[in-house]
């Protein structure tokens, strides 16, 4: 029965994967992650920091704010976990359970969460922390089992700065201190029949490392409605100034994006459009760099879009949202696809995402 | 009014999401390939699956792996189902091991109608992985350690069956043979004789991909005190059956032993390249020295 327990360990015990994404929110995934020259609001700083610079506010805490991500075959399992009556020892029902795991194979289990306590912008400048961790694990090739675990963990502190050259011009900047922590590893069916002499060091490698990541961004807005930007996310790469192992490099990412917005008498339409990770470090498909994104809301009680639907083409594949602000705090909720393999359509993950944030602004 | 219609709104959009470009089936690369093939076993489509595979062209561990998957799940077979069938039948609280999963590891996962194909499967299986282009990997050598165990676990009962109906020719040859037995034509049955040794012949080539799979491995190891049932019969396989093949064997008093003696036996036995104690059984050291049912 040890392999029993090893098997429904392998789908509790969770995941390292460096973020594609550093940072998310719900109400971007929805309009299919489209954030480079985002309208100014709270969650701007963190994907362009050249958007600080229109800030108007000389002070605003926001307290906490989750992002977080799951699979829908993480829904799908912990649904099946619940129906299964695991007060009965009988076997057959322990194996009849397991044997559900049989129709999984290639399905991704994937969560992340985003955790930003106590973030603080003092006129233009912003810091940040955050704690990031995502994880996944999949069963792959039904006819000789191979079970694949990944599990990274991200915190520091991003800081963060705009300047307004001239109202239409701006740039900013950030460095970011962040600890790496990264677990992986592959458990195959003959590890699992052989669990009893099987060392942790066989089928899995720890990494961690310190380093510091730094971005740059720029955003031109020419007329009131049309906005430019581009951002460069770790510059370079970001490294580590020490580390235990050999932790993943934060590859250098480039970003270029536009944003039109369409005002009507009460709501308005926002258009937006990116190309993302320029640098294609995977040779991906075009079309998994290209993002859309449209959000048609209004403004309630606060400068920025207070309810508001959301709809892109993320990954090449379609992204829906909405987000409302209930004063107290402002919960963001979309559903996606990832496209886990290289080229379109290999391998997709429908993932639904929330994000909670409070903020109080002077 | 206008929130209701936003919920709806919502609702319907939350309800949709799908992707806009399709699956491109002709990969350009062996990275996309490789992966188009993984996608293909998990959806369990095996013929697409090999079709990608053979479009590969920089050999590796991983393409040779996936293959091994393609292969076996084209004949039905599948590690998954026999590991929870195996596990379902040990007693509650039993520890899985190699030693209890091979020790509960019977001929019927091979089945009745598929068993031909599945050997085959196997066997094609272990000869790729053995010349696999990094073949001592662990990935790579385990999978085909534990495949050499399940192929030992049929072969040791095809070869006992092979041995049995061998002697079963050899004994009605020299109950028969006219003359010296120098010739076919003085030995009635030795047709029969010789559609023995091709089943025992075809045993032999799995009974050797088993030594081959298994040699170094933790699976199936036949060095230790404590064997599991296949490790047994291997053990003994090698011990009684590695002991080279004479032109006149003396094996016994029995007819089938003394049929060897005959030159319309021998001719159709005896070959030069077998070696005691080369690590190696052939044909011919099975019919010698496995007559006594004593090797599986």
Redesign the interface.
């Known amino acids: 029965?040890?392999?029993?327990r090893a098997l429904l360990l392998s789908f509790v015990y969770c995941s390292p994967v460096v973020a594609a994404e550093f940072f998310t929110s719900g109400r971007i995934i929805g309009r299919g992650n489209t954030s480079v020259a985002q309208y100014a609001g709270a969650q701007g700083g963190r994907f362009n920091p050249a958007t600080l610079a229109e800030t108007n506010s000389t002070f605003q805490l926001r307290p906490l704010e989750f992002n977080g991500i799951v699979g829908e075959n993480v829904v799908s399992t912990i649904s099946d976990i619940q129906s299964h009556d695991f007060s009965s020892?009988d076997?057959?029902k322990v194996?009849s359970f397991?044997?559900k795991f049989?129709d999984k194979?290639?399905e991704r289990h994937y969560g992340r969460f985003e955790l930003i306590p106590l973030a603080t912008q003092i006129f233009r400048f912003e810091a940040m922390p955050f704690v990031i961790n995502q994880s996944y694990i999949e069963i792959?090739?039904?006819?000789?089992?191979e079970f694949d675990f990944d599990v990274d963990t991200l915190a520091g502190i991003n800081l963060a700065y705009g300047y307004d050259f001239n109202g239409k011009f701006k740039v900013g900047g950030a460095v970011r201190p962040t600890y790496h922590h990264e677990l992986e590893g592959a458990l195959?069916?003959?590890?699992?029949?052989?669990?009893?002499?099987l060392e942790s060091e066989?089928i899995s490698k720890a990494a961690s490392g310190f380093g510091i990541g730094v971005d740059a961004g720029v955003l031109w807005t020419p007329t009131a409605t049309l906005r430019l930007g581009a951002v460069v996310q770790n510059i370079g790469g970001m490294g580590y100034l020490s580390s235990d192992g050999s932790p993943s490099v934060l590859l250098q990412s480039t970003s270029i994006g536009g944003a039109y917005a369409y005002k009507m008498s009460r709501w308005d339409f926002n258009f937006l459009a990116d190309v993302k990770h320029l640098e294609n470090p995977d040779?991906e498909?075009w079309?998994q760099l290209l993002n859309l994104g449209a959000e048609f809301g209004r403004q309630l009680f606060t400068r920025d879009l207070d309810?508001g639907?959301t709809?892109g083409?993320y990954d090449?594949?379609?992204?829906?949202?909405?987000f409302v602000d209930l004063w107290l705090a402002r919960v963001e909720?979309a559903?996606?696809?990832e496209?886990i393999?290289?080229?379109?359509?290999?391998?997709?993950d429908?993932r639904l995402t929330m994000t909670i944030s409070s903020s109080m602004t002077l | 009014m206008q929130?209701l219609r936003?919920i709806l709104?919502?609702s319907i959009?939350?309800s949709?999401?799908?992707?806009?470009?399709?699956?491109?089936e002709s990969?350009s690369n062996d990275?996309?390939r490789l992966?188009?093939a993984?996608?293909y076993?998990?959806?369990?489509d095996y013929p697409k699956a090999l079709e990608v595979l053979q479009n590969v062209e920089v050999d590796s561990n991983r393409a040779r792996?996936?293959t091994?998957?393609?292969t076996?799940?084209g004949v039905g077979?599948?590690?998954?189902?026999i590991?929870?069938d195996v596990?379902?039948n040990q007693s509650?609280?039993?520890?899985?091991?190699?030693d209890n999963?091979f020790d509960s590891l019977s001929t019927s996962v091979f089945g009745e109608d598929t068993k031909a194909e599945r050997i085959a499967a196997i066997g094609s299986s272990i000869d790729l992985l053995l010349a696999a282009p990094d073949s001592s990997d662990?990935?790579v050598a385990?999978?085909n350690?534990?495949l050499g165990g399940i192929l030992g676990v049929v072969s040791v009962e095809d070869g006992s069956a092979a041995i049995t109906s061998v002697s079963s020719s050899l004994t009605t040859i020299q109950n028969s043979a006219v003359g010296a037995g120098a010739s076919r034509d003085e030995c009635p049955g030795v047709t029969e004789l010789e559609t023995s040794l091709a089943t025992l012949s075809e045993v032999q080539t799995n009974l050797q991909r088993v030594f081959a799979s298994t040699a170094n491995c933790?699976?199936v190891n036949t060095d230790g005190s404590s064997l599991n049932s296949i490790e047994t019969k291997l053990k003994a396989l090698e011990t009684n059956g590695d002991q080279g093949c004479e032109a006149q064997p003396d094996c016994g008093d029995s007819a089938a032993c003394q049929a060897q003696s005959l030159s319309c036996v021998s001719a159709i036995v005896v070959d030069d390249s077998s070696v005691a104690g080369d690590g190696q059984v052939s044909s011919c050291e099975l019919v010698q020295n496995c007559l006594g049912n004593n090797c599986f």
């Open positions: 029965m040890s392999a029993f020892n076997s057959n194996i397991v044997r049989g194979f290639g792959n090739r039904p006819t000789i089992p195959t069916f003959t590890d699992l029949i052989d669990l009893e002499n066989e040779g498909h079309i309810i639907l709809a083409l090449g594949n379609t992204s829906y949202g909405l909720l559903k996606y696809t496209e393999g290289r080229q379109p359509g290999v391998k997709r429908k | 929130f936003f709104i919502s959009l939350m949709c999401s799908d992707n806009l470009i399709p699956l491109n990969p990275r996309d992966e188009l993984e996608t076993l998990n959806e369990r792996v996936l091994v998957a393609a076996l799940g077979f599948s590690i998954w189902d590991i929870l596990i379902d509650s609280g039993e520890k899985i091991s190699p999963f662990a990935d385990n999978l350690c534990f933790s699976l």
